[in-house]
């Protein structure tokens, strides 16, 4: 696995080799951030269901100021940890070994908001209708915020979200990426595209 864009560009990275974690293949790395464009540059990131922290690892070699990580595998923590130490950039990143539920809970204490989600669960075990729930009734993420959803062609976007709204989808293979944005409660409906 490599980061495909910006500083580190080509540089390898370690991925966890258990069954349980799916890697972002580097044609989806390169839709997602084409997609996103400058949007990362000077922002504050949440990677849920990490891995190996590929996306936001991709995201600092980018301009992203700070990413935290959230992953309940220990061999996850453990590669993410290498990752920010191959690149020498563990000042660029939080990682917390936790349930992603539990995770959002806990960072909803804190007073930071993100400016971008990456979500990307294991596929087809209910976890995107849970956390987008979540995640639509958090404070966490900024008004006018980015979610970056990677899912199966089997899971449906949860029906209803109060203030996500779906702002572009694409499909890759048997996968979509997802986006959506946070709304402000006035808004209704009715949003500037920004991607």
Do not use: W
């Amino acid at each position: 696995m490599r980061v495909i864009g910006g500083k580190f560009s080509r540089r390898k990275i370690n991925f966890p080799k258990t069954k349980e974690t799916r890697p972002v293949t580097d044609r989806s790395k390169e839709t997602i951030f084409n997609v996103l464009g400058e949007i990362v540059q000077n922002t504050l990131i949440l990677d849920l269901f990490a891995g190996s922290g590929s996306l936001g690892i991709e995201s600092i070699s980018r301009g992203a100021n700070h990413v935290c990580f959230v992953d309940e595998a220990r061999a996850s923590t453990i590669c993410i940890y290498q990752n920010l130490k191959l690149l020498e950039i563990q000042g660029q990143g939080t990682v917390l070994e936790m349930d992603v539920q539990n995770g959002i809970k806990r960072l909803e204490k804190r007073p930071q908001k993100f400016d971008l989600i990456f979500l990307d669960p294991p596929h087809n075990k209910g976890l995107i209708k849970k956390t987008l729930q979540h995640l639509d009734r958090s404070a966490i993420l900024q008004i006018h915020g980015f979610i970056v959803l990677g899912r199966s062609n089997h899971e449906a976007l949860p029906a209803d979200l109060k203030i996500l709204r779906l702002r572009r989808e694409i499909k890759i293979g048997q996968t979509f990426v997802s986006i959506l944005e946070k709304i402000d409660d006035s808004e209704g409906q009715e949003s500037k595209d920004k991607v």
